[in-house]
């Protein structure tokens, strides 16, 4: 069950670093697949998987939406931190980095 949870925050932490390295890598931004979950420790390691509907169903349970955006930095070690966006300002550096 905890790692139900741990997955389900790593689908919102993975919005921000997965878009974050798809523009690293390409020049573009892409979004995730539908059903598709993202994993990320605390050391930056990720992953991906596509469950099945059960699995799925399972995780939705507990899911909350994302309900403004959310930013993630890795320092030079590696290790993973979110960045506060709760403020006016943070929002929009995080919308229009998001765009």
């Known amino acids: ?14 919005l921000s670093a997965s878009q974050a390295f798809a523009e690293d890598t390409m020049g ?8 598709q979950v ?16 059960k699995m799925s169903a399972e995780m939705m349970k507990m899911a909350k ?7 993630m930095i ?8 979110m960045v506060d966006t709760s403020t006016k300002k943070a929002q929009a550096e995080c919308e229009k980095m998001a765009m």
């Open 1 to 14: 069950m905890h790692s139900i949870k741990l997955a389900v925050v790593g689908v919102v932490v993975g």
């Open 38 to 53: 993202t994993a990320i420790m605390p050391d930056g390691h990720m992953g991906t998987m596509m469950p099945d509907a």
């Open 28 to 35: 573009t931004m892409t979004m995730m697949k539908g059903g």
């Open 65 to 71: 939406p994302i309900k403004h955006c959310m930013m």
């Open 74 to 81: 890795t320092d030079a070690k590696g290790k993973a931190y």
